[in-house]
């Protein structure tokens, strides 16, 4: 018996949105507009990861996110996605810790994202954006997720970590493998999983050997191998945390990268307000991340018996934060499916999440976005996509794997 929630919702009004079609077909904001409306906070006692609450109102998720010890991210029960851990692949990592462990890393990697560590980066990152921008071939058809999104956030990153600079599409490849939940329903892409997860925790292992021995430099690997929260770590661990800082660092904003792309050909309107007024590409940065949400959901486990929104909520239930219909959610936003560069509320969005786990890497992400925006104003580029864009058939990454476009100048 499970309370309120048996009592109003038998199994067979259960909604599951788990599934990866949904998101393929970018069918979701409908159905989450449905149980926003209809039930906020729905139980579904059966789906491929087995029971779980979606919880899909903006206030609802904020109150969940304050309570980080009643709704615990540790991966002793089970981890921040859907998908519980794979037992044979254990990489624990700070997002998915609680207090105390998590306070001592995130305190170690968060001077790397502080101002002045971003104020030292902005130069670079607007080089390597105008050389990327101006190789781009003019009329002709290419996939801007492969030359503009990942070529930009994987050298991003492997300017982050000193990262062996030819290899840097390598930490692409390991961010589309970890964060692959189609990995989950066959074996034999799980089995390839595993093979190229452990090929990152070997190119990693080799690293840290070499920097540990190095002594500390100012790269983000080598403060961590060097730092009193993380230098005796077990090699499984270190990579964990190092996996996040790859999905973190590259598909997330990646995502949003392209999702500007699919948002302005959608609301064309946005350009010309952008092109008349440059003092609103600060906004239209919060306004995109809103929009696209490219971390669909994180979820929590119930440390004990409680309520959200009126619902009995059991110790151990699955508590699915949908990121995605918060930023939809029409009592916060209106007309809330509009990509729209002037809504003035676009920075109350809860892509980054919220809490003691906000994500640390979010001005480093604004700041690379502002400046891919900026300098396609620059160049009066504009981008036009060729057809609609092949999405990430996932309920955790939500982005594109191709978007073909061709360029031209206004
Ligand atoms: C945490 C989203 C970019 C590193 C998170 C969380 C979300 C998120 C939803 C979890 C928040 C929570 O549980 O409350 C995003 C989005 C990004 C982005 C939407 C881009 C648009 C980045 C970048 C980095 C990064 C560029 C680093 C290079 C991290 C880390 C955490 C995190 C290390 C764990 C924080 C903790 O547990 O304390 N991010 N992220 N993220 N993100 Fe990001």
Request: net charge neutral; charged share 25%.
């Amino acid at each position: 018996m499970r309370g309120l929630a048996a009592a109003s919702h038998p199994e067979s009004d259960a909604i599951d949105v788990t599934a990866n079609d949904l998101y393929g077909e970018g069918r979701w904001p409908e159905v989450f507009a449905r149980l926003r409306r209809d039930d906020p906070v729905h139980y579904c006692p059966e789906s491929f990861y087995g029971p779980y609450w979606s919880i899909t109102r903006h206030a609802d998720i904020s109150h969940v996110e304050a309570l980080p010890q009643l709704f615990s991210s540790s991966w002793t029960h089970g981890g921040i996605t859907i998908l519980h851990d794979d037992p044979d692949i254990q990489l624990p990592m700070f997002i998915a810790m609680d207090r105390p462990e998590h306070t001592a890393m995130r305190r170690t990697v968060s001077p790397a994202f502080s101002p002045s560590a971003l104020t030292d980066h902005s130069a670079a990152i607007r080089a390597r954006t105008i050389a990327l921008l101006d190789s781009l071939p003019v009329g002709e058809p290419f996939d801007w997720v492969d030359r503009v999104s990942t070529e930009l956030t994987t050298q991003m990153l492997a300017t982050l970590f000193d990262f062996p600079w030819e290899d840097r599409r390598l930490l692409a490849t390991w961010a589309n493998w970890a964060g692959d939940f189609r990995a989950a329903v066959s074996p034999a892409l799980r089995r390839k999983r595993q093979r190229i997860l452990q090929q990152m925790v070997d190119y990693f292992g080799r690293l840290w050997e070499e920097r540990r021995h190095a002594g500390l430099a100012p790269d983000l690997l080598s403060r961590m191998i060097h730092s009193d929260a993380m230098s005796n770590l077990r090699p499984q661990e270190f990579c964990g945390n190092l996996m996040l800082l790859v999905i973190g660092g590259t598909d997330t904003t990646r995502n949003s990268m392209t999702g500007l792309v699919v948002a302005l050909e959608a609301f064309p309107e946005n350009r010309a307000l952008l092109d008349a007024d440059r003092g609103l590409v600060v906004n239209a940065v919060s306004e995109l991340v809103r929009w696209q949400t490219p971390l669909s959901h994180m979820r929590r486990t119930a440390t004990e018996d409680t309520e959200i929104g009126g619902k009995a909520i059991r110790a151990g239930d699955k508590v699915v934060l949908w990121y995605n219909s918060a930023n939809r959610d029409e009592a916060v936003f209106t007309d809330a499916d509009r990509f729209d560069v002037t809504r003035p509320n676009a920075r109350r969005h809860l892509a980054f999440g919220f809490g003691i786990h906000r994500c640390v890497g979010a001005r480093l992400a604004e700041l690379q976005l502002y400046i891919l925006i900026e300098e396609i104003l620059n160049r009066q580029m504009v981008v036009t996509p060729l057809h609609a864009p092949m999405r990430i058939p996932s309920p955790f990454a939500n982005g594109y794997r191709k978007q073909m476009v061709s360029i031209s100048r206004s």
